[in-house]
């Protein structure tokens, strides 16, 4: 894990030589770290630093500023950045303290032992990348949500705004539908010598019976006058009679 | 970060006191749930216990039986999850540090610990497991969330394609209804124009008084027929009687514009009628017949200038100066010269071939039009009533073209364009083509059609053999109507030519035989008919015990064995007419318990040894046995055995078997639910039964019955009611107080006794058919109701989701708010003197900052919310699955029961040999008789009476026994 995150540690102590020492260790596991000597010089790395510092390991013992001051101000400005307190065995009530007041995450006894040393910042840094990647997840999740919700706003958009597309076309269909059918009836003679009856009040058995009469015998005039054209007479039955 | 409720520790010493230490630091730090145990196996039976969940395993390396290291390891399995912690006592770090190594504990912590290390440890370890499993759970969440997105924007592309698809054919739909419109109007203006009766009569018949007449009739017949409609659409009695003069008195003065609207209209849509007239040639072929041009002798004949002897004799006389021929000798120089023909008929018949010819080529020109939608058939037929008109009244054929360009219909280019597509060069076909010497059309041509009416033969007379005429044998052909596969006309002529013998026979139309399918069949290699009927003793109970006979398969035999379908394929018969073959079935081989198929799918193979049986739905199943010695009580229980039953004893008062086959000596009070045969050597009495088989028994008393197959009683039915799909053989007892209803018929000695309720028969009803159905649509639609909770629990979560969803886009546009305004704030804050207006600011910005992280407190839970969301619908999908199937297999276990029963059709038959009492009731599937007088042998029948409509009755015969 530690190969794929680029971590850097802040290594804070009055003794040079503590520093190195430490700093020789987190070599050995390939991790980068910044010492200062200081906790004012420390606050001050944290304040311009352009990358997060994953871990800050501290001495307590330091003229000025102690570790656990350092580290109490050090997590209001960097919270998510792991605190270790380095301590001897005097510093008891300090770790305490500390731990009470939940400014630091580990505290290492001086002397350290090497190996447990190692497995102490491991423990920390995969801590850390959990942070880190917690907080990636968390952000991707929050735009993935926020890019749904569009989504989804211009699909209820668009899904209403094709209905009315169609609906309108469906209105001009039907409008054409209505139209092609009057047209239909208009064609119908039968409607149409219907309506004109209707028109002349004729839809009464009597005069219907009258009119049949009067129209068969005004048609077999016009028959007997083509035929009188042409140069014979109507016949005297009709087929049909 | 500090102490929680939800999560536990475990705690694994033998030590007790520095475990309660343990627990008072953890407790002040707010880890309250702190579990112990003594030792790694007491450990692992708390891990074990599901309802337990421990962030943090704690275990002592030193113990009795299994050390620390040990135990975590197998916790990784029961709990993998959980962090693990090693408690030493010594410092032996190399060891250590290869089981941190190793993955198999993450911290150790050395006795005696510093109580602020410890704490700071478990702290460490506490943030590692909830920021794993919110990683888990974000982890989730992203997934399902890039589904949704790509779901999402699949939705909405295909929502594109389907609305611009649904657009395209809303379009299209408009574009052709404008088109319909424009048709019908332009329809609508075609019609209006009436040229006037006498153009119109003109243009559609030929005028004489004849065809005059029958004009007027058709035109007087369309205004009746008119009238006639309006009447009754108006509820008018219409009675048309014949024209009395000075009747129109009574009617309205403005009539005339009736009469005149009513004549156009009615005129105008008989008009096809009128180009009929007249078309009909009284004999002889019309010039319409015609398909191709005929010879000058035929054409002569065909209109009786000449006798077919007359014409024999031309030809003959013809064939003898061949030589002549170069010198243009023609049949009908010949006619003329034998005075056949007289030389004024020989123009009119030259005019007439060439007007046949016109007239033949002018019918491929309208059809042309036609296609083209250029003119309409009425067009056409206009002008070729106008043709012929004219033809008649001069003797001239003018093409249709001109006539068409003549009345506008056309214009001439287009005339002259369709006209060099056709081949109008030739002229009338010279008469002087090479003619045998006809035969005497006196004798007859046999012409035969075999039975199937998919073959004509013929048998030509000496005269007409080596003649090449086959007008003769084409007319007598189409005469007869024959028109599919039909010899080529070079085939007839060949046979005509080079036959010999009046009895040699000639195939002149073949049509196509169809050819009968086979339905698929199954074939069983076991015995289904198998009844398994007992030995009937004396007292009429029976004895099931000698099960020797029984068919028994073992492992691995062939049971059924399937021979595929041949699909069947019509004929058409030598008319033209399509000759039906009987469709054909496929048939399911169907594997129960205890089969399977075979690689092919053609076979069923037993998968166990045991008894081999066909049940009601066509499923070959083999089932073992279970045997219970004595009765089923409280010993056995209820017993549910995938297989057959047999019970020595009774099956007791509240006792359930369910089961295949189920023998018993007797049921007394239970429920049997049977998927095959039940037989009972004595009575079932106070009993339901539900069975898909056959049913056995010595009486029944007050007994619900259900079965699909038949149901053989030796003694008395009492006070029961009995639905079977099958027949019913109480040949020795009586139905009494019951009511039975046997879809196959049923045979009885007596129905009803003096003293005792009358009974309900019922024969050939479908009562069980509907029992069965009724039972499978309950069954389903309780199936339906539960997809549907589920289907509503799905929405619901659905809408919670998408409310949560809601709410976290809401929060995160709020958090961008007030990242903005926190820029806004640290930049005056710059800008501002140190003193109070920097501390405001310095305040302002602690609280945005506080709301932030608020929101983000509340997004991290809804999104948990979410992920338990997610797993509670995909359950839901899985129960809405599971529902689905449910419903599709019982659907279609339905429909096979139900096809299987109905394939057998029902038998509405009583018969009794003994005595019926009245008040039985008898019941057909449609008719129902109540007797009212005791009868004795009889049998009872509903009846058909052949008439469809007339009402069936149950008829009885007496028997005479």
Redesign the interface.
């Known amino acids: 894990m530690a190969k794929k995150f680029d971590h850097i540690i802040l290594l804070v102590d009055d003794e040079e030589q503590v520093g190195r020492a430490l700093g020789r260790i987190l070599k050995q596991i390939k991790v980068k770290y910044v010492y200062m000597d200081s906790g004012e010089a420390g606050l001050e790395r944290l304040k311009t630093a352009t990358t997060p510092f994953s871990l800050i390991i501290s001495d307590q013992r330091m003229p000025g500023m102690t570790g656990s001051e350092f580290l109490e101000q050090a997590k209001e400005m960097s919270p998510d950045t792991l605190r270790f307190l380095l301590t001897g065995y005097a510093d008891?009530d300090a770790?305490?303290h500390a731990?009470n007041k939940?400014s630091?995450?580990?505290?290492i006894a001086k002397p350290w032992?090497k190996?447990?040393f190692i497995?102490t910042v491991k423990?920390g840094l995969?801590?850390y990348e959990?942070?880190v990647?917690?907080d990636r997840?968390?952000k991707?999740?929050?735009a993935?949500?926020?890019?749904?919700?569009t989504?989804?706003t211009?699909?209820k958009k668009?899904?209403v705004l094709?209905k009315k597309?169609?609906l309108q076309?469906?209105k001009?269909?039907k409008k054409?539908?209505s139209?092609?059918e009057i047209?239909?009836e208009?064609?119908n003679?039968?409607n149409?010598?219907?309506a004109?009856?209707r028109e002349?009040?004729?839809?009464?058995?009597?005069?219907?019976?009258?009119?049949?009469?009067?129209?068969?015998?005004?048609?077999?005039e016009?028959?007997q006058?083509?035929?009188t054209?042409?140069g014979?007479?109507?016949?005297e039955s009709?087929?049909?009679? | 970060m500090?102490g929680s409720e939800e999560h536990a520790i475990l705690v694994v010493d033998d030590d007790e006191p520095i475990v309660k230490n343990m627990r008072r630091v953890l407790k002040r730090k707010g880890f309250s749930r702190v579990i112990s145990a003594l030792n790694g196996e007491q450990g692992i039976k708390l891990l074990e216990d599901t309802r337990n969940h421990f962030f943090l395993i704690m275990s002592d390396q030193r113990m009795p039986g299994l050390s620390g290291s040990e135990f975590l390891e197998k916790s990784m399995v029961l709990s993998p999850e959980s962090r693990r912690m090693l408690i030493t006592g010594y410092?032996d770090?190399?060891a250590i540090?290869d089981a941190?190594n190793k993955g198999e504990i993450?911290?150790y912590i050395a006795k005696p610990w510093?109580n602020?290390?410890l704490?700071?440890?478990i702290?460490?370890e506490h943030?590692?497991y909830n920021?794993?499993q919110?990683?888990k759970h974000?982890?989730n969440?992203?997934r399902h969330?890039?589904t949704?997105?790509f779901d999402?924007?699949a939705?909405?592309k295909k929502?594109?394609e389907r609305?611009i698809h649904?657009?395209e054919e809303?379009?299209q739909?408009?574009e052709e209804?404008?088109q319909?419109?424009s048709e019908?109007?332009q329809?609508?203006e075609y019609?209006e124009i009436f040229p006037g009766?006498?153009e119109l009569?003109t243009r559609t018949i030929t005028?004489?008084?004849?065809n005059?007449?029958?004009?007027?009739?058709i035109?007087?017949?369309g205004?009746?027929d008119?009238?006639g409609?309006?009447?009754r659409?108006?509820g008018?009695?219409?009675?048309?009687?014949?024209?009395?003069?000075g009747?129109?008195g009574?009617?309205?003065e403005?009539?005339?514009e009736?009469?005149?609207?009513?004549?156009e209209?009615?005129v105008?849509?008989v008009e096809p009628a009128l180009f009929r007239i007249g078309s009909e040639p009284s004999t002889g072929m019309g010039i319409d017949d015609y398909t191709e041009v005929p010879d000058f002798g035929e054409l002569a004949f065909n209109d009786g200038y000449i006798t077919r002897g007359e014409m024999d004799m031309a030809a003959k006389e013809l064939a003898e100066r061949e030589s002549d021929r170069s010198t243009g000798l023609t049949i009908s120089t010949v006619l003329v010269e034998k005075a056949f023909l007289q030389r004024k008929d020989l123009s009119r018949l030259f005019a007439k071939l060439a007007f046949i010819q016109t007239r033949l080529l002018d019918r491929e020109f309208a059809q042309i039009l036609i296609e083209r939608e250029v003119a309409s058939k009425k067009d056409t037929d206009r002008a070729f009533r106008k043709q012929l008109n004219h033809f008649e009244d001069s003797g001239i054929s003018t093409p249709l073209g001109d006539i068409l360009v003549e009345s506008d219909v056309i214009v001439p280019e287009l005339r002259d364009e369709i006209i060099a597509t056709q081949d109008r060069s030739g002229t009338v076909k010279p008469d002087n083509a090479p003619k045998a010497p006809s035969s005497d059309y006196g004798t007859v041509i046999d012409l035969q059609v075999s039975q199937d009416r998919t073959q004509a033969w013929i048998r030509v007379p000496e005269s007409l053999l080596g003649t090449t005429d086959i007008m003769p044998v084409k007319a007598l052909i189409k005469k007869r109507g024959i028109t599919n596969g039909v010899a080529k006309d070079a085939e007839i002529r060949e046979f005509i030519k080079n036959g010999t013998d009046p009895l040699e026979k000639f195939i002149v139309a073949q049509g196509t035989a169809p050819r009968a399918g086979k339905s698929a069949k199954i074939v069983y290699h076991f015995n289904t008919e198998y009844d398994g009927k007992g030995v009937v003793r004396d007292d009429g109970s029976i004895d099931f015990t000698d099960r020797g006979d029984s068919p028994y398969v073992k492992k691995g035999a062939v049971l059924a064995e399937k021979q595929t379908m041949e699909e069947p394929c019509n004929g058409m018969d030598i008319f033209g007419e399509t000759l039906l073959v009987g469709e054909v079935a496929d048939a399911d081989l169907k594997a129960g318990d205890g089969a399977g198929f075979s690689e092919d799918e053609l076979r069923i193979i037993a998968e166990v040894s045991g008894q081999p049986s066909l049940d009601a739905a066509g499923a070959v199943s083999v089932r073992e046995q279970y045997t219970v010695r004595g009765d089923v009580d409280f010993k056995t229980g209820n017993i549910h055995f995938n297989g057959n039953v047999l019970v020595t004893g009774t099956v007791r008062q509240g006792f359930t078997v369910e089961c295949d086959d189920l023998t018993a000596g007797e049921v007394n009070g239970a429920t049997i639910l049977t998927r095959g045969d039940l037989k009972v050597s004595n009575g079932i009495v106070n009993t339901r039964v539900e069975s898909h088989g056959n049913i056995m028994a010595k009486f029944m008393n007050n007994v619900t019955l259900f079965a699909g197959g038949n149901l053989m009683v030796t003694r008395e039915i009492m006070g029961s009611q009995v639905l079977i799909s099958g027949s019913l053989n109480n040949e020795a007892g009586r139905i009494t107080d019951s009511l039975v209803a046997a879809r196959l018929g049923l045979s009885v000695k007596q129905v009803g006794t003096e003293k005792a309720e009358s009974a309900t028969i019922r024969l050939g009803t479908d009562d069980y058919i509907k029992w069965v159905a009724q039972r499978f649509d309950r069954e389903i639609s309780g199936i339906r109701e539960e997809l549907d909770r589920h289907i509503t629990e799905k929405q619901n979560l659905d809408n919670t989701y998408?409310a949560l969803?809601?709410d976290?886009?809401n929060q995160?546009f709020a958090q961008e708010k007030l990242n903005r305004k926190m820029e806004f704030v640290e930049k005056n804050m710059g800008r501002a003197d140190a003193g109070e207006e920097r501390q405001n600011a310095a305040r302002e910005l602690k609280e945005i900052e506080e709301s932030i992280t608020r929101a983000?407190e509340r997004?991290?839970s809804i999104?948990k919310e979410q992920d338990t969301i997610m797993q509670q619908v995909a359950a839901c999908d899985r129960e809405i699955g599971s529902c689905n199937d449910r419903i599709l297999a019982a659907e279609q276990e339905k429909k096979d029961l139900i096809d299987r029963l109905e394939k057998t059709a029902p038998v509405p038959e009583l018969k009794v040999n003994k005595r019926i009492y009245r008040g039985t009731r008898i019941t057909g599937p449609t008719a129902t008789l109540v007797l009212t007088r005791e009868m004795g042998a009889s049998k009872f029948t509903e009846t058909d009476t052949g008439e469809p409509d007339a009402p069936k009755q149950i008829t009885c015969q007496v028997l005479n026994l």
């Open positions: 008891v770790v305490t731990v939940g630091i995450h580990r505290y032992d190996k447990e497995e423990t995969e801590q959990l942070i990647e917690n997840l968390f991707l999740a929050k993935q949500n926020a890019k749904l919700y989504l989804n211009d699909l668009s899904t094709h597309a169609v076309k469906d001009e269909i054409l539908k139209r092609l047209g239909f208009n064609r003679y039968i149409e010598i219907e004109l009856l002349h009040d004729m839809l009464e058995q009597e005069k219907l019976n009258s009119l049949y009469a009067a129209i068969v015998s005004e048609l077999f016009q028959f006058d083509i035929a054209r042409n014979f007479e109507m016949p009709i087929p049909g009679d | 500090s410092s770090f190399d540090v941190v993450h911290q510093n602020d290390d704490i700071l440890r702290q460490t943030d590692i920021r794993f919110e990683r974000l982890f969440l992203t969330q890039n949704k997105l999402v924007a939705k909405q929502n594109l609305f649904e657009l809303k379009k739909g408009v209804l404008v319909a419109l019908a109007r329809e609508a019609k009766l006498d009569l005028m004489n008084q004849k005059l007449a029958e004009a007027f009739s035109s007087r017949k205004v009746m008119t009238i409609v309006i009447a659409k108006n008018i009695t219409f009675s048309p009687g014949p024209a009395p003069s009747n129109t009574r009617l309205p403005d009539v005339f009736i009469i005149d609207q009513v004549i209209n009615v105008q849509a998408n969803h809601v976290v886009a995160t983000d997004i991290k999104f």
